[in-house]
C-alpha cells in the first residue's frame, strides 16, 4: 500500500515557476514508477509527466516538454514536479500516481493516487 501527498500548488502569474512535490508512504516507494497527471475544470485527465523507478527514464507530455522537469529523490520518498514558464493553459488540478508494474501514460497504468493540489496560472 502506497500513500500519496501532493503539495506546491498556488496561484501564480503567467511565467512565473513552481515545483510541486508527492510525498510517498511506504518502504517500497523506490520500486515504483511515478507519473504525475493533471486535470482541468471540465476537461479529461491529462498525462503530464512519467519518472522510471531509478529516475533515469524520464518522459513528459508535448504540451509541457522543455517546460517541466520531473525528478524523485528515493530516500525521501519524494517525487518532483518543477514547472517553469507557467501558462494559463496549465491551470488544474496535479495529481501524482504510483505503478507497480504498468505506468506509462495512460492513468489506468496507475494504482495509488494522491488527493492533488490546485494550480491556477493568471495571466
Known amino acids: 500500500q502506497v500513500q500519496l501527498v501532493e503539495s506546491g500548488g498556488e496561484l501564480v502569474q503567467a511565467g512565473g515557476s513552481l515545483r510541486l512535490s508527492c510525498a510517498a508512504s511506504g518502504r517500497t516507494f523506490s520500486s515504483y514508477a511515478m507519473a504525475w497527471f493533471r486535470q482541468a475544470p471540465g476537461k479529461e485527465r491529462e498525462f503530464v509527466a512519467t519518472i522510471s523507478w531509478s529516475g533515469s527514464s524520464i518522459y513528459y507530455a508535448d504540451s509541457v516538454k522543455g517546460r517541466f522537469t520531473a525528478s524523485r529523490d528515493n530516500a525521501k520518498n519524494t517525487v518532483y514536479l518543477q514547472m517553469n514558464s507557467l501558462r494559463p493553459e496549465d491551470t488544474a488540478v496535479y495529481y501524482c500516481?504510483?505503478?507497480?508494474?504498468?505506468?506509462?501514460?495512460?492513468?489506468?497504468?496507475?494504482?495509488?493516487w494522491g488527493q492533488g493540489t490546485q494550480v491556477t496560472v493568471s495571466s
Open positions: 500516481a504510483a505503478s507497480k508494474f504498468v505506468g506509462g501514460t495512460d492513468g489506468a497504468g496507475y494504482d495509488y
